[in-house]
């Protein structure tokens, strides 16, 4: 079935996760829509990435998301971008 994201939701759609990465092992998951990074408002995935990168290494930041219909909290570590994935 084609996945359905309701038109008046902003934020960022989890595309794809590393499945051993601490977004997986967090709970995050394809499909869930990121709101909000530690309080901070999400509108686009380069905004998501923008405010991830300012989040200090070896904290835990509370991403707010909304799947299947329902906001929930999800608690992920943060941790150094792997060097393959940066630009």
Do not use: W
Not at 6 to 20: C, F, H, Q, R, Y
């Amino acid at each position: 079935s084609a996945l359905q994201i309701d038109a008046k939701v902003d934020g960022a759609l989890v595309s794809a996760l590393m499945p051993e990465g601490p977004a997986a092992g967090a709970g995050l998951r394809v499909g869930d829509v990121i709101t909000s990074v530690d309080g901070t408002a999400v509108h686009t995935s380069r905004e998501l990435l923008n405010l991830v990168a300012r989040l200090r290494v070896g904290a835990s930041s509370p991403f707010e998301i909304l799947r299947d219909g329902q906001r929930q909290t999800v608690n992920v570590p943060i941790v150094e971008r792997p060097e393959e994935l940066t630009e």
